[in-house]
């Protein structure tokens, strides 16, 4: 009988991608899927550690897991891959003796060499060595999560070293993939029925192929455009300071990538962002906005917000509503400020905004945005839209819920066969976070097929 994995991500996209990753190169090695960690013979947390909430999930499920193997059980072989391994290394072993095997985040192509190891010998793994710049991956051996959508890394790692971010200690300097590999990815998520593309890069659009020198990010774009049965493309994140013009022109002149910018801004003062390291201005932000809204009228915006970073004052709080208020989002991520290992922040700026304060800005951020977005929804009703039906909602499996190219989730009554295809959808009513609606009258809705997910469970959706 086959040995079964269970990969358990907390974090942002581009975890929930090393997870597909980690799941088919396991069913490579012959494992199977398990459906719980009761039955699984190896599990893998695979970690983020850009937020202390995230971080403090893998102490929370070791301690699950231990009282598993407390229970008379034999033990899985546990594994912790991720950002918190890459950082952490073999501390994470004196921190728990449970953990078998810790990965860094550039070694995943070793896990079921020393997930086998550490179940013959019963001797803890540690691998989080960063020797070359590999960034290739084996086409067709991943196992994607999602029916209708698929992630597609462009580029690993950060070279700009903002001062609150633990991505460049954990994912390393910046490395770009190859333009073939890249559509080699697309072209396969396409034959397996995926009909979204998310590109993936902690600055995405700062993309120059290694294989192609004319080939930048707005290129690329224009390349994934190109390949028949790609119905929308989306990318995250972008870098404010390279939205370019010629990005601006592909994002309103190609008619599959979708009509939704994820523009992380994290404060709205120019002081702040000069601590902070973002290399952009409030005023430059707010033109680059005013020049993509003056050229995509219809653009639907999001961003993540940091409050509480060190030193902020409360006009550079008030600043940080005054740019959400005058931007608009659709919607925001938004964080108390946590230290982190390693940064610049935690080495030279002491964490000096008292809790209390912090949770007094972000409860104000969030109510003011709260309103933003009930009030850009409501305007929605009475309009059809189109939606990519991606699942059934957790509570009712009739209600069906998907998303507009602007990224609005709209919910409605339907088949789960639906799933995977792009319906016109008559909004009805609205609320703060999503929409509610019927299938038009007269939409084709013939079903399609489209593959189940894999072993990787979804937690968080957090983004850097
Ligand atoms: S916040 Fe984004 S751009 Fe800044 S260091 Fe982190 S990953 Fe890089």
């Not at 090695?29 to 699984?40: N, T």
């Amino acid at each position: 009988m086959s040995k079964k994995y269970l990969i358990e991500t907390f974090g942002c996209q581009m975890n929930f991608h090393d997870a597909e990753r980690m799941a088919g190169l396991l069913e490579q090695a012959g494992y199977a899927r398990a459906e719980s960690d009761a039955d699984a013979d190896l599990v893998v947390i695979n970690t983020c550690s850009v937020r202390e909430r995230a971080e403090d999930k893998l102490y929370t499920r070791l301690g699950e897991l231990r009282a598993l193997a407390q229970d008379g059980r034999p033990a899985p072989v546990v594994a912790v891959t991720g950002c918190v391994a890459q950082q952490e290394g073999e501390a994470l072993l004196k921190r728990s003796a449970l953990v078998d095997v810790v990965l860094g985040t550039q070694r995943l192509k070793m896990l079921p060499m020393l997930a086998a190891e550490a179940a013959e010998r019963r001797a803890p793994q540690v691998d989080i060595s960063t020797p070359y710049d590999d960034v290739s991956f084996p086409l067709g051996v991943m196992r994607r999560s999602d029916p209708v959508r698929a992630w597609v890394t462009i580029i690993e790692g950060c070279n700009d070293f903002c001062a609150f971010c633990v991505v460049p200690y954990t994912r390393g300097h910046e490395r770009m993939r190859a333009k073939a590999d890249i559509l080699a990815d697309v072209r396969e998520a396409v034959a397996t029925g995926r009909r979204e593309v998310q590109l993936l890069g902690q600055i995405v659009n700062h993309y120059q192929a290694p294989d192609d020198e004319r080939c930048d990010f707005p290129a690329l774009l224009e390349a994934v455009h190109e390949i028949p049965g790609v119905e929308r493309i989306r990318f995250a994140s972008p870098h404010p300071r390279h939205c370019s013009d010629r990005l601006i022109a592909a994002v309103r002149d190609l008619p599959r990538v979708c009509k939704h910018l994820h523009l992380p801004v994290q404060s709205g003062s120019t002081t702040m962002l000069a601590r902070m390291r973002r290399r952009h201005t409030r005023e430059q932000y707010l033109d680059l906005v005013g020049r993509i809204r003056a050229a995509i009228p219809n653009i639907q915006l999001s961003t993540d917000m940091i409050v509480g970073f060190p030193g902020e004052t409360e006009a550079e709080f008030e600043d940080t509503l005054s740019l959400t208020a005058a931007v608009g989002y659709h919607s925001i991520f938004s964080f108390k400020y946590s230290e982190r290992p390693n940064t610049l922040a935690a080495r030279r700026l002491p964490d000096d905004v008292p809790e209390a304060e912090k949770t007094r800005r972000i409860v104000a951020l969030q109510q003011l945005q709260r309103g933003i977005q009930t009030r850009l929804l409501a305007g929605t009703v009475g309009q059809t839209v189109d939606v990519l039906v991606d699942g059934s909602s957790r509570r009712r499996a009739w209600e069906l819920s998907g998303r507009t190219g602007g990224n609005t989730v709209v919910n409605f009554p339907g088949d789960p066969s639906w799933v995977g295809r792009t319906l016109p959808v008559a909004v009805k009513r609205s609320g703060p976070h999503s929409v509610w609606g019927e299938v038009a009258a007269g939409a084709d809705v013939g079903a399609p097929a489209v593959e189940a997910g894999t072993g990787v469970s979804e937690e968080a959706g957090e983004r850097c």
